[in-house]
């Protein structure tokens, strides 16, 4: 059984088009989270919810939106994709309320988008 | 502001000792974190110290200090399975409480 599984794994697509990205955990977590990787394995937040609310939503382009349907679930959509766009994105998940609860996040196998 | 250092890259040979250090600087601390990433793979969760010392989980082991601010991810027993980047990681205690993770280090195991 999978805890965090996205989809798609690979996107190949051209600069301007509109792309979707889901993920979904099964590990029963309050918290989810989006990270973009970079070519240098720079991983930078990108957006979290708790329970379906928005926490965390850092200087992203707001050609970015996630969308959280439920807890299990965070996807996130890209309008008008950049070149700069190309990374690799990573759902991950958490239980707070715990000692090092945030601290210890499960991580999706990660989607590489690359846009031509 | 947050920040993290640790060496963008060790090398080591099989069957050894290999300590990988993060220094960290923060406006508030709850502990430190150790990831592992395979190319191509996923980060994954290793340790997280939040009192000072030592903790060991089989080959690995991960310390830490906090009043000198550093860390340290402890490999023993090298396996080439273990090359890897590992990524230190600390909470941010400010407004988003988001998980900031350090550059990385390229541990490459040689035989």
């Known amino acids: 059984d999978t805890a965090v599984s996205q989809t798609p794994k690979y996107l190949v697509t051209q600069m301007g088009n509109d792309k979707s990205i889901k993920c979904e955990q099964n590990?029963?977590?309050?918290?989810m989270y989006w990270y973009k990787q970079d070519s240098k394995k720079f991983l930078k937040i990108m957006f979290s919810y708790n329970n379906k609310e928005l926490i965390i939503n850092e200087t992203v382009p707001n050609r970015f939106s996630p969308k959280s349907p439920d807890k299990a679930h965070l996807n996130l959509h890209i309008n008008s994709l950049e070149l700069g766009d190309s990374a690799v994105y990573f759902c991950?998940?958490?239980?707070?309320?715990?000692?090092?609860?945030?601290?210890?996040?499960?991580f999706g196998p990660g989607t590489r988008l690359l846009v031509l | 502001g947050q920040s993290l250092e640790q060496p963008s890259e060790v090398t080591a040979v099989e069957g050894a000792i290999v300590q990988i250090n993060c220094t960290y600087q923060?406006?508030?601390?709850?502990?430190l974190s150790w990831y592992q990433q395979h190319d191509g793979g996923a980060p994954t969760f290793l340790s997280y110290n939040a009192l000072d010392g030592l903790e060991e989980t089989g080959r690995f082991s991960s310390f830490l200090s906090r009043s000198d601010s550093y860390g340290y991810l402890l490999l023993q027993e090298l396996q080439m399975k273990d090359s890897a980047s590992y990524f230190c990681?600390?909470?941010?205690?400010?407004?988003?409480?988001?998980?900031?993770f350090g550059t990385g280090t390229r541990l490459q195991v040689f035989p």
């Open positions: 991950a998940s958490s239980q707070g309320g715990l000692a090092g609860g945030e601290e210890t996040q499960y």
């Open positions: 923060t406006s508030g601390f709850y502990g």
């Open positions: 590990l029963g977590h309050d918290t």
């Open positions: 990681a600390v909470r941010d205690m400010g407004n988003t409480d988001k998980l900031i």
